[in-house]
């Protein structure tokens, strides 16, 4: 296992390393890897040329096809259609699923991460090479030679929740999308719904998150239909909380109730059931929690938390109130509970007098 890195850090590696050190960056897929190199070096104006080793079939695929020339009589090799020419810039050869590569395949790799030649043909000077692998139980992978890895830089790249999130918002995904991982962080990359007899099970990631944006964005109202959708993406147990949270309680997200008009939702929310109530009692917690507000929103956050809880106080609605009380106690929102204290004090004080009847 590599030095664990994030989106940042990788940039800065990127920056600093030279061009004739070859990186190999270890990860699951659909983080990202690919994506954030190619901006990287497409912007300064380098050429990125992506290989994915694990569906060559043979040595071939890589190198090219053996031909006679007609005037020596000796055996060269037509080079493949993405080999650059000559007089080409520097280029960046992406080798992805480095180790899910043939063996044959990777003998030909040798030659190309050591001196930066393939059947005899050399890379333009500067040029670099970055490969990616997976790692997991989930993978059918081929041991590397240490020769072949020892000729690399490994770094295990991990990109944060909130650089995601960062770089959702400047791409426009959905919002409920948005929301939905800054309020459910864990669900980014689904963890917790790996196992090894994965097999074609779905579970979630980041690319998944993606595709799933690109389905709803023009869907004001989820259906049915969408939620099968959105299973067959990011798998059912993703699927049914997501679809839970934003369905047809879009507009009670944490958003909404903390930094909106929150007497005007009054009716929903007390409509609302006692698992929906917890569901958003928790997304009001990660909210503060992570922080997702501006320094400006802090007076109206401060006013609709405890007013919330105050529409709470009906006899049918106790069960939540004390569900709601109980994550403040529970030590799991520390940030929140420290919100609560430093700017909340008379919310603060009727927690103190909740628990204290119970």
Not at 18 to 28: C, K, V, W, Y
Not at 247 to 275: F, H, M, N, Q, Y
Request: aromatic share 8%; proline share 4%; net charge negative.
């Amino acid at each position: 296992m590599g030095i664990r890195i994030n989106s940042t850090e990788l940039i800065e590696i990127l920056e600093s390393t030279p061009a004739e050190q070859n990186i190999m960056l270890t990860g699951r897929h659909g983080i990202g890897k690919s994506q954030i190199l190619e901006k990287y070096f497409t912007e300064k104006g380098q050429k990125v040329i992506i290989l994915f080793l694990g569906q060559m079939s043979d040595p071939g695929d890589l190198i090219g096809l053996p031909h006679i020339d007609e005037k020596s009589g000796k055996t060269e090799f037509i080079m493949p259609y993405w080999w650059p020419s000559s007089k080409s810039k520097p280029v960046v050869l992406f080798l992805d699923e480095l180790n899910r590569a043939r063996p044959e395949v990777l003998q030909t790799v040798m030659d190309l991460t050591l001196n930066r030649k393939l059947a005899g043909k050399t890379l333009p000077k500067g040029s670099r090479i970055i490969s990616a692998v997976n790692e997991g139980d989930e993978y059918q992978l081929t041991d590397l030679d240490p020769a072949l890895v020892s000729r690399f830089n490994i770094y295990e790249f991990r990109p944060t929740v909130d650089e995601w999130l960062d770089w959702a918002k400047k791409e426009k995904l959905d919002n409920r999308v948005i929301d939905f991982i800054n309020e459910n962080p864990d669900m980014l990359d689904g963890d917790e719904f790996k196992r090894e007899d994965q097999g074609l099970v779905k579970t979630p990631d980041r690319r998944g998150w993606e595709r799933v944006s690109g389905i709803i964005k023009k869907s004001s109202k989820l259906k049915d239909v969408h939620k099968k959708q959105i299973a067959g993406i990011v798998g059912i147990p993703a699927a049914s909380k997501f679809f839970a949270v934003v369905s047809e309680r879009s507009t009670l997200s944490a958003k909404t109730i903390l930094t909106g008009d929150i007497l005007e939702l009054e009716s929903k929310i007390v409509e609302c059931s006692t698992p929906e109530l917890a569901i958003i009692n928790e997304s009001l917690y990660k909210f503060i929690e992570s922080k997702s507000y501006k320094e400006s929103e802090v007076e109206i956050i401060k006013e609709n938390f405890e007013c919330y809880f105050d529409l709470l106080k009906e006899d049918q609605l106790r069960e939540a109130q004390a569900h709601f009380v109980n994550l403040f106690v529970s030590g799991n929102y520390p940030n929140c509970a420290k919100f609560v204290v430093d700017n909340c004090p008379a919310l603060s004080a009727k927690f103190m007098t909740f628990v204290s009847t119970l």
